[in-house]
T-cell receptor
Framework: DAKTTQPPSMDCAEGRAANLPCNHSTISGNEYVYWYRQIHSQGPQYIIHGLKNNETNEMASLIITEDRKSSTLILPHATLRDTAVYYCIVRVGAGANNLFFGTGTRLTVIP | NAGVTQTPKFQVLKTGQSMTLQCAQDMNHNSMYWYRQDPGMGLRLIYYSASEGTTDKGEVPNGYNVSRLNKREFSLRLESAAPSQTSVYFC????????????FGPGTRLTVT
C-alpha cells in the first residue's frame, strides 16, 4: 500500500472551509483514497473515498489531483464538532478489509 | 440499532493475567476486525474475520487470539497480558470485505501494570 503524508496539525476558523491535504506520491492505479476521522478517542468514522474522480457527500468533498499523487479533503463549513484527527489512507482495490492508519492531521476548529 | 458494541469500556490487568474483550454488532455484517491504538498513534490491525468461521492475522497479532463466535460476535483474548499491550482496542465491522466503510465501536481502554 502507498504511504501517505499529512501535516500533523491544522487550525480552521468556525464557519470557514477546512482543507486537509494528503500526499500519496507512490499511489498505484488501483489504490483508492479513503478518509476517516476520530473525534476525541472515539472509534474512527468513515468520511469519504475516491479513486480518481472528485467526490462529494453530505459530510465533505474529496479532490484528487489528476496525477493522483495528492488529495484534499474539504469540510465546507467547519464547526466545533469537526475538531478531530483526520486520517488519509490508501488501500488497494475497493475492499476495506485492511485499513492502515497513519498518525493523521489533528484539526482544531477555533470559535 | 446499537451498531458495534464493546465490553468492557475500561480494564486494568496485572502482568500475566488473562482476559477477553467482547465485541458484537447488530447490523448483520459479515466481516469484523480488531485494532489497537497506542497513545499518539494510528490504529493497527490485530486480527480480522472476513466471514463467520474464518479469522486471519493482521499487522500485530502476537500475544492475541480471536474467536468468531457467530456472525454477531468477535472476541479478542489476551492469554498473558504484558505492559506492552496497554492500549485502546477498537472493534469494527463491514457488510463484506469488499466495501468502503468500516463501522467502529467505542473502544476498550486496557492498562496492564
Amino acid at each position: 500500500d502507498a504511504k501517505t503524508t499529512q501535516p500533523p496539525s491544522m487550525d480552521c476558523a468556525e464557519g470557514r472551509a477546512a482543507n486537509l491535504p494528503c500526499n500519496h506520491s507512490t499511489i498505484s492505479g488501483n489504490e483508492y483514497v479513503y478518509w476517516y476521522r476520530q473525534i476525541h478517542s472515539q472509534g474512527p468514522q468513515y468520511i469519504i473515498h475516491g479513486l480518481k474522480n472528485n467526490e462529494t457527500n453530505e459530510m465533505a468533498s474529496l479532490i484528487i489531483t489528476e496525477d493522483r499523487k495528492s488529495s484534499t479533503l474539504i469540510l465546507p463549513h467547519a464547526t466545533l464538532r469537526d475538531t478531530a484527527v483526520y486520517y488519509c489512507i490508501v488501500r488497494v482495490g475497493a475492499g476495506a478489509n485492511n485499513l492502515f492508519f497513519g498518525t493523521g492531521t489533528r484539526l482544531t476548529v477555533i470559535p | 440499532n446499537a451498531g458495534v458494541t464493546q465490553t468492557p469500556k475500561f480494564q486494568v490487568l496485572k502482568t500475566g493475567q488473562s482476559m477477553t474483550l467482547q465485541c458484537a454488532q447488530d447490523m448483520n455484517h459479515n466481516s469484523m476486525y480488531w485494532y489497537r491504538q497506542d497513545p499518539g498513534m494510528g490504529l493497527r490491525l490485530i486480527y480480522y474475520s472476513a466471514s463467520e468461521g474464518t479469522t486471519d492475522k493482521g499487522e500485530v497479532p502476537n500475544g492475541y487470539n480471536v474467536s468468531r463466535l457467530n456472525k454477531r460476535e468477535f472476541s479478542l483474548r489476551l492469554e498473558s497480558a504484558a505492559p506492552s499491550q496497554t492500549s485502546v482496542y477498537f472493534c469494527a465491522s463491514t457488510p463484506l470485505t469488499v466495501t468502503y466503510e468500516q463501522y467502529f465501536g467505542p473502544g476498550t481502554r486496557l492498562t496492564v501494570t
